[in-house]
């Protein structure tokens, strides 16, 4: 039997996914390979590298709880004007990111991971999915992140790559293709409760590809029910944390913990339709 863990993007929310791998830890599920995409590539790539455990959980969530957004999407004026005047591919550089990558992934290649790892980009060309495992682990990350018009693209293998959302944000169609027989599905979700849309332009980028992508997910979820054993771990509900808020790092892996367990509770997670869970509302 093999199991695959897919971890979706989703910006700030990726935090909950702390949560939900720490459940899944608590029950001892070992994952024999993992598919992120955008910061589910950067919580998978972590993993990957140091192995599955409560351990390994809890060091990352300890990262989480430190990040602030303008660590990772660093200001600068110039940038910022120079990329709404086209003289920048984006609003900001990823140089945040890269110190991010550089301190905390302790493996260079794809290929050295203790855990097979597959990272999803988008050729911004075409639009196609690249699905990354072999290279230089730090830049397949900084592919699969970067948010187009906010973060620039990663040159790779001669073509330029944005964020694996674009194409495939929870890309359960690579872990089928990988023969999985049981997935665990980590989606961020939405923030279903916010009684406002975002007015920043990041803000706005961001919160509409996060409607756009788990719209998707939805859908994809009841495309593949039945060509393997999928348990999507449902994400806390409701949620207001905007898109660009980092500061809520600890509540979201609290919440995320405890909606997991909840579901793992009975019968494993396991159910009959398991994108009715997570299907779209608002509050």
């Not at 971890?7 to 929310?13: D, Q, R, W, Y």
């Not at 990041?202 to 859908?219: E, N, Q, S, V, Y």
């Not at 997991?260 to 494993?268: S, T, Y």
Request: hydrophobic share 40%; glycine share 10%.
């Amino acid at each position: 039997m093999t199991t695959g863990f897919v971890l979706s993007g989703g910006a700030n929310l990726g935090a909950m996914q702390i949560g939900m791998l720490r459940a899944l830890a608590e029950r001892e599920v070992q994952p024999d390979f993992l598919v992120g995409t955008s910061v589910g590539a950067l919580n998978a790539a972590y993993v990957a590298g140091r192995g599955f455990g409560p351990r390994v959980v809890d060091e990352l969530g300890d990262i989480w709880r430190g990040l602030h957004t303008w660590q990772l999407f660093p200001p600068s004026p110039r940038h910022i004007v120079s990329g709404l005047l086209g003289h920048q591919p984006a609003l900001f550089g990823d140089q945040g990111l890269r110190n991010l990558t550089d301190r905390y992934l302790d493996f260079e290649q794809m290929d050295d991971a203790a855990i097979r790892l597959t990272v999803v980009a988008t050729d911004l060309l075409t639009g196609d999915e690249v699905n990354i495992d072999h290279g230089p682990v730090a830049e397949a990350v900084l592919a699969s992140t970067a948010i187009p018009g906010l973060l620039p693209p990663v040159e790779w293998n001669g073509r330029l790559l944005i964020d694996g959302g674009v194409a495939d944000n929870t890309a359960i169609s690579q872990a089928l293709s990988a023969r999985a027989d049981t997935v665990y599905v980590l989606p961020c979700g939405y923030p279903c409760a916010l009684t406002e849309p975002p007015t920043g332009v990041a803000g706005t980028l961001i919160h509409t590809m996060t409607l756009l992508i788990h719209k998707r997910l939805i859908r994809d979820i009841r495309e593949y029910t039945g060509d393997a054993e999928l348990i999507v771990l449902p994400p806390p509900c409701p949620l207001d944390i905007g898109p660009m808020d980092f500061s809520r790092g600890d509540e979201l892996i609290v919440r995320g913990y405890e909606s997991a367990v909840d579901a793992l509770r009975v019968d494993g997670g396991r159910r009959a339709s398991p994108a009715d869970h997570i299907d779209m509302h608002w509050h």
